[in-house]
Structures are given as C-alpha cells and as structure tokens.
C-alpha cells in the first residue's frame, strides 16, 4: 500500500514539473533574449577592469557628442540655404527692373503728367536696383564666408558663431533692402503701366494692378509678422 502512494507521489510530481516546464516555454523568446543580454552585458561589464569600463563610458559620451554636433551642423547648413534664396530672390528682382528701366520712356515734350511719373518711376527702379543689388551681395557674401567657416571643422565652428553673432545687423539690413526691392519694383511696373498706355487704359489698368498689388502686399506682411512671432521670438 505504502508502494502504491509513493508512486502516485511520484507521477504527480513529474506531472507538474512537466507543466511547469510547457508553461515556461510559452514565453516570448525577445523577452528571453533581452534578459540574457542585459544579464551578460552586467557579468561582461562587472568583469572588466574599472578603467577599462571608465574608458568605454568615455567613447559612449564621445560618440554622442559627435552625433549632436552633426545634427547642428545640418541646421546651420539648413540656415544657410534659406539665406541663400534671398540674394536669388534679388537678383532676379534686380534682373527684371533693370529691364523694365531700359524699355520705359522717362520723358514726353507734350505731357507734363508723363514727365512727373517718369521722374518717379526713375526714382523707384534706381531704389529697386540698388537695394536688389545690396541684398544680393550681402546674403552671398553671408553664406560665401559661413560656409567658409563652417569648412574649418571643429576649429572653424566657434569662429562660425562668432561671425553670425557679428553680422547680425548685415542680415537685418539686408532683408529691410529686400522688401524695399520688392515693393519699388512694383511701384515702378505700376509707373510703366501709366507712362506706356494711353487714354482712359491708362487709368483703368494703372489703378487695377496698383489696387491688386497693395492687396497681396498687405498678405505678405502678415506672413512676416506671423514668422515674427511665432518663428523668431
């Protein structure tokens, strides 16, 4: 009798083992896979000399850095760029009145009217052109030696900072010569309208594009009072 119990002892226990042993199979093996990792690279750590652990933390470090610096390196890069496309944007604005300046009329014997708005034409596209040319060298010569700079590597990265924080006022003036390109070139396309076309044309179409230009205008100036306050400040 007694025989009989302790082999049903014994098959109950190798029962449970068994299922003990189905259940624990049934784990996600990543989780497995992690844990034994993490648990290797604990023992792989712990047995190293502590130099040799203060040395890897120090590259670890190192190579964050590096990555950090890369990432600045692209926003400046991305800086950059969005300069850039202001002197393309004058000097096209430049190209354009420098052609309407040479195929416009300044001066008419018959018309004193003629003769006022050539003088103000004249004086818009000369305002046109020389802020079109001052923003285009500027923001060229702002990216030319940024770039510069930022070719020098490490060394070259202070020396960067240092300049965009010196020419700071340049940027400013230069985007103020930006808008003021913009807008006498319109005026002057406006002046052209009214000194080339005659009769009530003149009047009708003059007004029409000067009143459709102040519209768009005044949207591009809450554009820049939007990127105002909400990029720059």
């Known amino acids: 009798m007694n025989h009989i119990k302790y082999m049903?002892?014994?098959?109950?226990t190798c029962l449970a083992m068994m299922v003990s042993s189905k259940s624990s199979a049934f784990i996600p093996t990543q989780r497995r896979i992690s844990s034994n990792h993490r648990a290797?690279?604990?023992?792989?750590?712990?047995a190293l000399p502590v130099p040799v652990v203060l040395q890897l933390k120090?590259?670890?470090?190192?190579?964050?850095?590096?990555?950090?610096?890369?990432?600045?390196?692209?926003?400046?890069?991305?800086?950059?760029?969005?300069?850039a496309g202001y002197s393309v944007v004058a000097t096209l604005?430049?190209?354009?009145?420098?052609?309407?300046?040479?195929?416009?009329?300044?001066?008419?014997?018959?018309?004193?009217?003629k003769n006022i708005a050539g003088f103000l034409f004249c004086c818009f596209c000369s305002a046109a052109i020389v802020c079109g040319a001052f923003t285009s060298i500027c923001f060229t010569l702002l990216t030319l030696y940024s770039k510069t700079a930022l070719g020098m590597g490490v060394p070259g990265q202070a020396k960067y900072t240092a300049f965009s924080e010196a020419t700071k006022?340049?940027?400013?003036?230069?985007?103020?010569?930006?808008?003021?390109?913009?807008?006498?070139f319109l005026a002057s396309f406006i002046l052209s309208l009214y000194i080339k076309l005659k009769g009530k044309t003149r009047?009708?179409?003059?007004?029409?594009?000067?009143?459709?230009?102040?519209y768009?205008?005044?949207?591009?100036?809450?554009?820049?009072?939007?990127?105002k306050t909400l990029i720059f400040e």
């Open 8 to 12: 049903y002892v014994c098959a109950a």
């Open 40 to 46: 290797a690279s604990s023992i792989s750590l712990s």
């Open 58 to 83: 120090r590259s670890t470090a190192a190579a964050s850095a590096n990555v950090l610096t890369a990432f600045n390196m692209a926003n400046e890069s991305n800086k950059l760029a969005a300069i």
């Open 93 to 113: 604005t430049l190209n354009s009145c420098l052609r309407l300046f040479t195929s416009t009329q300044l001066q008419s014997k018959s018309s004193k009217q």
């Open 169 to 184: 006022e340049f940027r400013v003036q230069g985007f103020q010569a930006f808008i003021i390109s913009i807008s006498s």
């Open 203 to 214: 009047y009708i179409l003059s007004a029409g594009v000067g009143a459709l230009a102040l």
């Open 216 to 227: 768009y205008f005044s949207k591009v100036q809450l554009i820049m009072y939007l990127a």
